[in-house]
């Protein structure tokens, strides 16, 4: 994908217009970001990850990335806190435990677990509200998942 190049695209005034694919993506993108950086790696780290989630059976490479490009410019355009709003707001309460799985385990895919990852986190699960005792052992899965 071309981060330079920009695709039209309207999400409309309300912010509730994302759909589930949208919103899991949007829940990514706000959870490489979370430390400041987007590198290469947590990019395809990314694509990884949500690709093999079943919402996204079928959806071809194309399609995948003109929807990670119209997320993109929507955070640079209305910021990361407006993004993670929107996208909360159109993850079912069914799967609000499998989008804090995907935040986390993107936040800990670097190994390093910096101090505005960890607030993001709690945030994350705070607005999806997961419990915390969940939320914890997501937590404690991911890092030692990522040790290897």
Same mark, same amino acid.
């Given at each position: 994908?071309?981060?330079?190049?920009?695709?039209?695209?309207?999400?409309?005034?309300?912010?509730?217009?994302?759909?589930?694919?949208?919103?899991?993506?949007?829940?990514?993108?706000?959870?490489?970001?979370?430390? @400041? *950086? +987007?590198?290469?790696?947590?990019?395809? @780290?990314? *694509?990884?990850?949500?690709?093999? %989630?079943? /919402?996204?059976?079928? /959806? $071809?490479?194309? #399609?995948? &990335?003109?929807?990670?490009?119209?997320? !993109? &410019?929507? #955070?640079?355009?209305?910021?990361?806190?407006?993004?993670?709003? #929107?996208? !909360?707001?159109?993850?079912? $309460?069914? +799967?609000?435990?499998?989008?804090?799985? +995907?935040?986390?385990? +993107?936040? %800990?895919?670097?190994?390093?677990?910096?101090?505005?990852?960890?607030?993001?986190?709690?945030?994350?699960? @705070?607005?999806? *509200?997961?419990?915390?005792?969940?939320?914890?052992?997501? !937590?404690?899965? @991911?890092?030692?998942?990522?040790?290897?």
């Amino acid at each position: 994908m071309e981060w330079g190049k920009r695709v039209k695209y309207t999400f409309g005034q309300d912010m509730g217009l994302f759909d589930q694919r949208q919103a899991f993506l949007g829940v990514a993108v706000c959870a490489v970001t979370s430390d @400041g *950086n +987007l590198d290469e790696k947590e990019v395809l @780290g990314l *694509n990884q990850n949500v690709l093999r %989630l079943r /919402i996204y059976d079928g /959806i $071809d490479k194309k #399609a995948f &990335d003109s929807m990670l490009q119209r997320i !993109v &410019d929507y #955070a640079q355009k209305r910021g990361l806190e407006t993004l993670l709003q #929107a996208s !909360v707001r159109a993850i079912p $309460d069914d +799967l609000r435990e499998s989008a804090f799985a +995907l935040g986390a385990d +993107l936040v %800990l895919s670097d190994r390093r677990f910096a101090a505005q990852e960890s607030d993001f986190l709690e945030r994350l699960r @705070g607005v999806l *509200n997961v419990d915390p005792d969940i939320a914890r052992k997501v !937590v404690e899965v @991911g890092a030692i998942r990522h040790k290897a």
